[in-house]
């Protein structure tokens, strides 16, 4: 079992910053992506931003040049940096990984974390 804990959620004034952090724990051989979501009131699950285990980064257009992903492979966390901030990067934000469990036969599997509020309100 692998667990997902997100923290850094709150309320911002528009331009104002936030930093989301996920910490990954339990029986994981090796993670490979980590990825954030959000998802807003009577909106789908969006994907926000991805990184892989070498580092490799993408986002969603919305967020281009506003945000930033990062990891700490020692530490199975990830993190985004969000500027900039607008009313519209409202909604709860989930951390999703995608790893190798540790037990054998090793399976690849995928976790989601319980989310946290961003609203973003002057």
């Known amino acids: 079992q692998v667990q997902l804990v997100e923290s850094g959620g709150g309320l911002v004034q528009p331009g104002g910053s936030l930093r989301l952090s996920c910490a990954a724990s339990g029986s994981i051989f090796v993670i490979y992506g980590m990825n954030w979501y959000r998802q807003a009131p009577g909106s789908q699950r969006e994907l926000v931003a991805g990184i892989t285990s070498l580092g490799s980064t993408n986002y969603a257009d919305s967020v281009k040049g506003r945000f930033t992903i990062s990891r700490d492979n020692a530490k199975n966390t990830v993190y985004l940096q969000m500027n900039s901030l607008r009313p519209e990067d409202t909604a709860v934000y989930y951390c999703?990984?995608?790893?190798?469990?540790?037990?054998?036969?090793?399976?690849?599997?995928?976790?989601w974390g319980q989310g946290t509020q961003v609203t973003v309100s002057s």
């Open positions: 999703n990984a995608d790893y190798l469990a540790e037990v054998i036969p090793r399976k690849r599997l995928s976790s």
